[in-house]
């Protein structure tokens, strides 16, 4: 099954998928961050949201 690139939130919103430009943008806007530190906290913390909103809120502090 594709993608619907209608839909302008994440197919799971438990996790963060960076090779999907509309998943980027909507991550991005909800962490309030750049898709290159985006894509660093991901590489750091994994998947999941919640650990990577951690990684972003320990990087800003």
């Known amino acids: 099954m594709s993608d619907n690139l209608q839909d302008r939130g994440p197919a799971d919103r438990a996790?963060?998928?960076?090779?999907e430009a509309h998943e980027v943008r909507y991550w991005t806007q909800k962490f309030n961050c750049s898709a290159e530190l985006l894509r660093a906290a991901v590489a750091k913390a994994g998947?999941?949201?919640?650990?990577?909103?951690r990684?972003?809120?320990?990087?800003?502090a």
């Open 47 to 53: 998947v999941l949201a919640d650990a990577v909103d």
């Open 55 to 60: 990684e972003l809120r320990n990087r800003a």
């Open 15 to 19: 996790r963060v998928n960076v090779h």
